[in-house]
């Protein structure tokens, strides 16, 4: 079994910028499914020494249920009043309505978005750093008064770095998935200044880059394929088989007057060109500029 990657378990740069100095953020993020049962969720936590929208959340539904809890952060710190992110691997919730105690184990290597500046940061020549690796999650999860058993995947995600994504991107996608064999991070983001870049890597036995990504999507909008080619030659594509549901994402401050990043996460099941079937998450983004 592989162990935790390379920056998953980064702790919190407590003080690293000031009142001054662009927003820094701290971000870590699980998405956890279980593509049997129907049970989907994630949990995000996003703090800064010197901006708002420090905030914890966990999204999950089952059974037709669905559950959130959403809680503000103080500086320096991933757990707030009811949610407890640990970076070495366990996620635990406790209110009236959801109780969440699951844990990560890395299924292969870390994808590590850092060297390629894929991920966009908000001040020029200091790239955010970015890290996600699949993971297997188990655990129990209360929903009212009903218990699930997860036995499921998902992936882990840590970034952190000075960050403001309603005046980094105009547009993104992002898609986590496993399969058996393997594993998916793929991204696709369009710059201010109008530029597309991708990024994004096969995990397994192997990590393979992608350096292209094509998409196409439904007549909502939402990702219905994607097409990746790799550096190494050759490329996959995927269909995706459904949309049984997801999640608004909270990303910045509330009261924002100004054009706003706008994200959703969809979990969907996905069927790879090989014929294997897996799931996963797929995350758009796109500003929304009438205010």
């Given at each position: 079994?592989?162990?935790?990657?390379?920056?998953?378990?980064?702790?919190?740069?407590?003080?690293?910028?000031?009142?001054?100095?662009?927003?820094?953020?701290?971000?870590?993020?699980?998405?956890?499914?279980?593509?049997?049962?129907?049970?989907?969720?994630?949990?995000?936590?996003?703090?800064?020494?010197?901006?708002?929208?420090?905030?914890?959340?966990?999204?999950?539904?089952?059974?037709?249920?669905?559950?959130?809890?959403?809680?503000?952060?103080?500086?320096?710190?991933?757990?707030?009043?009811?949610?407890?992110?640990?970076?070495?691997?366990?996620?635990?919730?406790?209110?009236?309505?959801?109780?969440?105690?699951?844990?990560?184990?890395?299924?292969?290597?870390?994808?590590d978005y850092s060297a390629g500046g894929i991920v966009p940061g908000l001040v020029p020549g200091t790239p955010l750093r970015h890290f996600q690796q699949g993971c297997d999650v188990e655990g129990d999860i209360v929903i009212g008064d009903t218990k699930i058993s997860l036995r499921g995947q998902g992936f882990r995600d840590r970034t952190w770095g000075y960050r403001d994504e309603s005046q980094t991107w105009t547009e993104y996608v992002a898609v986590i998935g496993c399969f058996s064999a393997f594993?998916?991070?793929?991204?696709?983001?369009?710059?201010?200044?109008?530029?597309?870049?991708?990024?994004?890597?096969?995990?397994?036995?192997?990590?393979?880059?992608?350096?292209?990504?094509?998409?196409?999507?439904?007549?909502?909008?939402?990702?219905?394929?994607?097409?990746?080619?790799?550096?190494?030659?050759?490329?996959?594509?995927?269909?995706?088989?459904?949309?049984?549901?997801?999640?608004?994402?909270?990303?910045?401050?509330?009261?924002?007057?100004?054009?706003?990043?706008?994200?959703?996460?969809?979990?969907?099941?996905?069927?790879?060109?090989?014929?294997?079937?897996?799931?996963?998450?797929?995350?758009?983004?796109?500003?929304?500029?009438?205010?």
């Amino acid at each position: 079994m592989n162990e935790l990657g390379l920056g998953l378990a980064e702790p919190v740069h407590a003080g690293v910028a000031g009142p001054g100095d662009p927003p820094w953020r701290d971000n870590a993020f699980l998405a956890f499914w279980d593509g049997s049962t129907g049970l989907y969720g994630c949990a995000h936590v996003s703090t800064s020494p010197n901006s708002d929208g420090r905030r914890a959340r966990c999204s999950v539904a089952a059974g037709g249920r669905s559950r959130e809890v959403v809680e503000p952060l103080a500086a320096d710190t991933f757990d707030s009043a009811s949610l407890t992110f640990d970076l070495g691997g366990r996620l635990t919730v406790d209110t009236a309505d959801l109780r969440v105690d699951v844990r990560s184990t890395p299924r292969f290597t870390p994808a590590d978005y850092s060297a390629g500046g894929i991920v966009p940061g908000l001040v020029p020549g200091t790239p955010l750093r970015h890290f996600q690796q699949g993971c297997d999650v188990e655990g129990d999860i209360v929903i009212g008064d009903t218990k699930i058993s997860l036995r499921g995947q998902g992936f882990r995600d840590r970034t952190w770095g000075y960050r403001d994504e309603s005046q980094t991107w105009t547009e993104y996608v992002a898609v986590i998935g496993c399969f058996s064999a393997f594993d998916i991070t793929f991204m696709k983001f369009k710059g201010v200044d109008g530029s597309l870049t991708v990024e994004g890597y096969q995990i397994g036995d192997e990590l393979r880059r992608a350096d292209e990504m094509r998409l196409t999507r439904d007549a909502s909008g939402l990702l219905s394929r994607f097409d990746v080619g790799f550096s190494d030659r050759g490329g996959l594509s995927v269909e995706v088989a459904g949309h049984p549901g997801g999640f608004w994402v909270p990303l910045g401050p509330d009261g924002r007057s100004g054009p706003t990043m706008s994200s959703y996460d969809d979990f969907v099941p996905l069927v790879c060109s090989t014929g294997e079937k897996g799931f996963g998450m797929v995350e758009q983004g796109i500003i929304r500029t009438v205010h």
